[in-house]
């Protein structure tokens, strides 16, 4: 998993409850990013890092904020979960720089929320 | 933005059979398509990939082909065997952008 932990890998929340899933690399690449994944809809993009404090949207960002305060470190946090974001995440790296270079995925934490 | 669209969405090959899984985008500007297979319970790995320099890329039973012009990819899989059964996933992206755009993957399975 190209030194990519996720913490946790299992989760089971109620709705209306803050949530923290947290990415830990150990290598100090640059671009980091949060996907989530659902059946019919492969993976899409939640928000992705290009260094610390530095952080921008994806296509499915609402509901969700991120936090990078130190380079190995991203998080990813739901304010206030709600059923709609039951869904496996994936925290994925880029080594090499942005896109149109190769990423490679952690784990994957798996999200209920009731 | 960038739309990929992946087909089928399932497979099913005999053993020692050819896969071949299809993709195309959107966006003329996309210039790295990689692949990943997704085992059940595991993240994405990156099982080969091109650039839009190239038209083909071979891996042993594996390739890969470009067309540029008509905007599409596929993943060639020869001699398959039981444990190519997984989701593949093909995806878009170039090097001025931040994103990677995913199809919606591919269930194969391979019959032994």
């Known amino acids: 998993d190209a030194g990519i932990t996720q913490s946790p890998r299992h989760k089971v929340t109620e709705t209306g409850t803050p949530v923290t899933l947290r990415c830990h690399q150990t290598e100090n690449h640059r671009y980091m990013y949060w996907y989530r994944q659902d059946p019919g809809h492969g993976l899409r993009l939640i928000h992705y890092?290009?260094?610390?404090?530095?952080?921008d949207k994806g296509e499915v960002s609402d509901g969700y904020s991120v936090s990078r305060s130190k380079t190995e470190d991203f998080l990813l946090t739901l304010e206030s979960a709600t059923s709609s974001q039951t869904s496996v995440y994936f925290c994925a790296i880029t080594p090499s720089g942005g896109a149109g270079e190769t990423q490679y995925f952690g784990p994957g934490t798996r999200l209920l929320v009731l | 933005g960038e739309n990929v669209e992946q087909h089928p969405s399932t497979l099913s090959v005999q053993e020692g059979d050819s896969a071949v899984i299809k993709c195309t985008y959107s966006d003329s500007a996309s210039n790295y398509f990689p692949w990943y297979k997704q085992e059940l319970g595991k993240g994405p790995q990156l099982i080969i990939d091109i650039r839009s320099n190239v038209g083909e890329k071979k891996d042993q039973r594996i390739a890969v082909t470009l067309n540029k012009t008509a905007k599409h990819f596929s993943l060639h899989i020869t001699e398959t065997q039981p444990e190519d059964s997984a989701v593949y996933f093909c995806?878009?992206?170039?090097?001025?952008?931040?994103?990677?755009?995913f199809g919606t993957g591919t269930s194969l399975t391979v019959i032994p």
């Open positions: 890092s290009y260094g610390v404090k530095d952080t």
């Open positions: 995806a878009a992206s170039h090097n001025t952008g931040n994103q990677f755009y």
